[in-house]
């Protein structure tokens, strides 16, 4: 669906949902677009992963978006968002955006972690060691609130059971690119991650999206489980990837 249909598609629900607001949450830099239950999600034109089992903790709708923004944002992976799911294989994730305007060509490390148990902060469960990463990945023709599109990245990793995916938006030190799509009324997950910034740069640690996100049940982090085309995409498979500290510090 190109651009203009987009901006076509938003005009008759504005009046029916809150205008973008900006939510300070401590020495934390948080935003939010609003609760609004009159959203759309747009069909997914980009087929990936064909014959795999979408895994999804959200209801199939989303009444919110949420960024980190500012100083919350920074390398490698402060400001991320992920998802817990169990599977043996993972093919490829799906992500679900909103935009109300700051995109202009910002890219996302979209991310594979293992299962912490015991989390930075006991008693966790938070992502771990990171399996697999694709960097600098650009999603196109992001929807405009109250609409919401979703995006699909693939990428081939052995995973073996529980494990976190999600991604990290490249906006050092400025506002939201886009938001990513939050359920605040389906049942609660309770997998839903978020990895903050400590005030003065001091690094950070993984929480519950519902700690600066009340409402919030499950945001729009999807996968494909499943290992489909992925021995015939030529997309690189993580498997081959020895799983050593000098392997993951190279992620980095």
Known sequence: ???FKRR??????????????????????AAELGYCEE????????????????????DGSFE?????????VQPPDYGAWAECYEAEYVCGVQLVF???????????????WDYDADGNIPPGPDPGNVLSVLRNILPENI??????????VQMCCATDGLHFVGFWGNWLGQDAGWYIAADEDG????????RHQLPGGNGGDWQPVFSPYAPCTALGIREYSGISNCHSAGVPDSRNRAATWGSI???Y
């Open 1 to 3: 669906m190109n651009e």
């Open 8 to 29: 076509l598609w938003l005009i008759p629900v504005l009046a029916v949902c809150l205008l973008p607001q900006a939510v300070t949450l401590g020495d934390m830099s």
């Open 39 to 58: 959203t759309t999600v747009l069909p997914d034109d980009e087929e990936v992963c064909p014959g795999t089992t979408l895994l999804q903790n959200d």
């Open 64 to 72: 919110n978006g949420y960024a980190w923004r500012q100083e919350q």
């Open 98 to 112: 909103t935009q109300i305007g700051g995109h202009s060509d910002q890219t996302m490390d979209v991310y594979i």
């Open 143 to 152: 929807a405009f609130w109250p609409y919401t599109s979703s995006h699909n």
């Open 187 to 194: 049942p609660p997950s309770g997998w839903s991650r978020a």
């Open 249 to 251: 510090k190279s992620l």
